[in-house]
C-alpha cells in the first residue's frame, strides 16, 4: 500500500502550487499524515504533518506562513498548499504516513517514523 503525492509543476518565484496525497488501496482516516521533500544532494525534510482528525497541524521553521497542510477525510487525501514558493523549495515531494505526528527535538519530522512512501512529485521553482 502506498501513497501517491501529485500536482507538482513548473512554477516561477512567488507563485503558488496545491500537492495532494491519495492512498492506493487503504483509507487514511487513521493516519496521521507528513509531507516530506528532498532536494538533489540533500537528506529528505519533513515539512509539516496532520493528525488523522485534521485537527493539528505542525510545520518546521523554515516552511511556516508559506505552507498549509489539509485533509478532507471524505475524499481520502490530503492537501499541502504551498505559497510564496522559493528556488529552495526545489525538491521532490513525498507524502507518508504515520500513527501521530512527533517533531523530535533538532531534527523535526524523522523519516523512519513514516511508511506507505510512494513515487513523489517534483516541484520546480525558477527564478
Known amino acids: 500500500v502506498q501513497l501517491q503525492a501529485y500536482g507538482g509543476g513548473l512554477v516561477q518565484t512567488g507563485g503558488s502550487l496545491r500537492l495532494s496525497c491519495a492512498p492506493s488501496?487503504?483509507?487514511?482516516?487513521?493516519?496521521?499524515i507528513g509531507w516530506f521533500r528532498q532536494a538533489p544532494g540533500k537528506e529528505r525534510e519533513g515539512t509539516s504533518c496532520?493528525?488523522?482528525?485534521?485537527?493539528?497541524?505542525y510545520y518546521v521553521d523554515s516552511v511556516k506562513g508559506r505552507f498549509t497542510i489539509s485533509r478532507d477525510n471524505a475524499k481520502n487525501t490530503v492537501y499541502l498548499q504551498i505559497n510564496s514558493l522559493k528556488p529552495e523549495d526545489t525538491a521532490v515531494y513525498y507524502c507518508?504516513?504515520?500513527?501521530?505526528?512527533?517533531?523530535?527535538?533538532?531534527?523535526?519530522?524523522?523519516?523512519?517514523?513514516?511508511?506507505?512512501w510512494g513515487q513523489g512529485t517534483q516541484v520546480t521553482v525558477s527564478s
Open positions: 488501496g487503504f483509507s487514511l482516516d487513521y493516519f496521521a
Open positions: 507518508a504516513a504515520t500513527r501521530a505526528c512527533h517533531f523530535y527535538s533538532g531534527i523535526g519530522l524523522r523519516a523512519r517514523d513514516f511508511g506507505s
Open positions: 496532520i493528525s488523522s482528525n485534521g485537527g493539528s497541524t
